[in-house]
């Protein structure tokens, strides 16, 4: 399978795990990057993912986040027809980020996108039709 995480579910390992879900969301993420060194899943980043990723004021978080996409296979470079399509994606109230993680990983043909933000993934659901969500 073809993925690609976004900004929230890669920071997931460092958020509160004494919440369950959380916990499980970041337990989830560990595996799929594990799945994504051993070759049994393929993980796709992006210049978009990589300049939120650099937003981060914590140089260590930033260090630790940019680390855990070493495994990927292919990334997305800025495109203006990815960017038309992110600012189609806005008119849904998706967040600038979250509409280009949508565009790049469609661009990579990407089976699933993941997120940990609800938010994202309801506006994101509405705009497509596509995502669902298995909580």
């Known amino acids: ?5 976004d900004t929230c579910s890669l920071n997931r390992l460092w958020d509160d795990q004494t919440q369950v879900r959380v916990h499980l969301e970041a337990e989830s993420v560990i595996y799929i990057l594990d799945a994504a060194k051993a070759g049994r899943d393929e993980l796709v980043s992006s210049d978009y ?32 027809e990815i960017e038309k399509r992110a600012h189609d994606l806005e008119g849904w109230n998706i967040r600038h980020f979250d509409a280009l993680h949508v565009a790049a990983a469609e661009a990579a043909s990407c089976d699933y996108l993941l997120t940990t933000d609800d938010k994202f993934l309801r506006r994101a659901t509405r705009a497509l039709g596509r995502f669902t969500s298995k909580s």
């Open 1 to 5: 399978m073809r993925l690609f995480l």
């Open 49 to 80: 993912l990589l300049a939120e990723i650099l937003d981060n004021p914590d140089v260590a978080r930033r260090a630790d986040v940019m680390a855990l996409l070493q495994p990927a296979i292919l990334n997305i470079a800025a495109h203006s």
